[in-house]
């Protein structure tokens, strides 16, 4: 097992909820990631935050917003979601990020499913 | 933008046997990373292997290894003596060296592989 954790593991909420997802890593590691797992559809990035601040936002609609207070942390406020949102969301961290031995560790996920 | 493709939607081997997945890639750098990450049922994914474009030698890790063909643009992950417990999804990746843009994996749809006993 990586030592990268998320939680819910599992969340149901309707279009007009407000949750958040959250990723902790305890590997040290100066970056995270969020990723979105849709079925039939190769991963998707949609963040990457490097010692806390954020490098990549990969055309996210607005309705998701990250926030990384730490490099230990990382979450995804939800809002205002649509039923195509729902997917698996993964979390990964990095040590070194872009550097030649670079390699991402990925959480468990967290399945969302919006009603 | 870079793409990666794995051609292969499902892969089926019996137990001992090996197994080829199958990924090329698209690109016009010369210096880039491939990885070939496991994703077991309700499981986390994991690193399987990774291959640095400029190495000529294949990667191998116990029973994995991979063929990388650098002008063909591919890359395929052989598993020999296969075990019930590599049964998973399996997804290549690509990752760019150039800077300002070698954070991002661009995965492919992957391949799910089943392990028949």
């Known amino acids: 097992e990586t030592g990268v954790t998320q939680t819910p593991r599992h969340l149901v909420m309707g279009m007009t909820n407000k949750k958040s997802l959250k990723c902790e890593q305890h590997?040290?590691?100066?970056?995270m990631y969020w990723y979105k797992q849709s079925a039939k559809k190769p991963l998707e990035l949609m963040f990457v935050?490097?010692?806390?601040?954020?490098?990549e936002n990969n055309s996210v609609p607005s309705r998701f917003s990250p926030e990384c207070p730490n490099s230990s942390h990382l979450f995804l406020h939800l809002h205002t979601l649509q039923p195509e949102d729902s997917a698996l969301y993964l979390c990964?961290?990095?040590?070194?990020?872009?550097?030649?031995?670079?390699?991402?560790?990925f959480g468990p996920g967290t399945r969302l499913t919006v009603l | 933008a870079q793409t990666v493709t794995q051609s292969q939607p499902e892969m089926s081997v019996q137990e001992a046997e090996t197994v080829t997945l199958s990924c090329t890639y698209d690109?016009?750098?010369?210096?880039?990373?491939l990885f070939w990450y496991k994703q077991p049922p309700s499981r986390q994914m994991i690193l399987v292997i990774r291959?640095?474009?400029?190495?000529?030698q294949n990667a191998t890790e116990n029973r994995f290894s991979v063929n990388f063909q650098k002008a063909a643009k591919s890359f395929s992950l052989k598993i020999s003596d296969s075990q019930l417990g590599d049964a998973a999804m399996y997804f290549c990746?690509?990752?760019?060296?150039?800077?300002?843009?070698?954070?991002?994996?661009?995965f492919g749809k992957g391949t799910k592989l089943t392990v028949n006993p």
């Open positions: 291959q640095e474009a400029y190495k000529q």
């Open positions: 590997l040290g590691h100066n970056a």
């Open positions: 990964a961290s990095s040590q070194d990020p872009g550097g030649p031995t670079d390699t991402q560790y």
């Open positions: 990746a690509y990752r760019s060296d150039v800077q300002g843009g070698s954070e991002k994996l661009v």
């Open positions: 935050y490097s010692l806390e601040e954020r490098v």
């Open positions: 690109t016009s750098e010369s210096d880039y990373y």
